[in-house]
């Protein structure tokens, strides 16, 4: 009798095992990006320690489902209100909840040229000047030597990007695109007025990432100004089209600039 009671006893033990182990997982996969995202904002890890996050990331939340799909499957009898049911039920939602994100940017790369410098002027690109100790400090990976083969790859991807016109002067509009820059929540690094050019650096939500971008003002007349704008990745080869959807969104916010009042 005895004997028959453990034997009894032990797909219960498992069950609980197994929906404990699902949870903590779910857990780590949960926690992870936000604690990375603020070792990235207090310094204490690198970009390097953020991609590899990503790996950890996706690890913990292939194991909360696989695991999550064990618990339900070894508690099925049990009662839907309890521990064992519903902290399977949590680690499979959680877990595909942090998939889910982590495959869209990987559909987003894949659909993204594979280019990580983006400019509205490919045949002489604005120069990047002040972001060049500080992307020496970093370890930049990139190169900020503008290469043609990038250009047609652009031209493929993004056709429509191209430099914006506003009705304002040169003056006026140095100082538009100065506001905008810091709405846009980038920090500006160099602004120079006599040579129509601003530097600033931008930074990915979550992990991080810094990028470079640059401004060109050039007169078009009194009341007429055109606004080059370069932004580059200072690691990785693709950028998940990051650079392309800033230049846009940062044309079109300039562009439904309205003449000075």
Not at 2 to 12: D, I, L, N, S, V
Not at 94 to 106: E, T
Not at 227 to 249: F, K, L, P, Q, Y
């Amino acid at each position: 009798m005895a004997r028959r009671t453990r034997a009894a006893r032990q797909p219960g033990r498992t069950g609980r095992v197994f929906t404990i182990l699902a949870a903590a997982a779910a857990a780590v996969a949960l926690l992870i990006m936000p604690a990375v995202s603020l070792g990235r904002i207090t310094g204490i890890l690198d970009w390097r320690a953020a991609l590899r996050a990503f790996s950890y990331d996706l690890y913990a939340a292939i194991a909360a489902v696989v695991l999550g799909l064990l618990a339900f499957a070894i508690n099925r009898l049990r009662p839907w209100g309890s521990f064992r049911l519903g902290g399977a039920a949590f680690a499979f939602l959680a877990g595909v909840g942090v998939m889910v994100p982590i495959g869209f940017n990987a559909v987003r790369a894949l659909r993204a040229a594979p280019i990580h410098d983006i400019t509205t002027d490919t045949d002489n690109p604005p120069q990047f000047v002040a972001a060049l100790p500080e992307r020496a400090a970093a370890h930049a990976l990139n190169s900020t030597d503008y290469d043609p083969k990038t250009a047609l790859i652009q031209h493929a991807y993004y056709r429509d990007i191209a430099p914006a016109v506003v009705p304002l002067p040169i003056d006026e509009a140095f100082r538009r695109v100065l506001d905008e820059a810091r709405l846009d929540g980038m920090r500006i690094i160099a602004e120079e007025r006599e040579h129509g050019r601003i530097e600033a650096v931008a930074s990915t939500f979550w992990i991080r990432f810094n990028d470079d971008v640059v401004f060109r003002l050039t007169a078009q007349g009194p009341n007429a100004t055109r606004i080059d704008m370069r932004s580059e990745s200072r690691v990785g080869g693709g950028d998940t089209g990051t650079n392309a959807a800033r230049v846009r969104r940062f044309l079109a916010a300039i562009e439904r600039t309205g003449p000075a009042e």
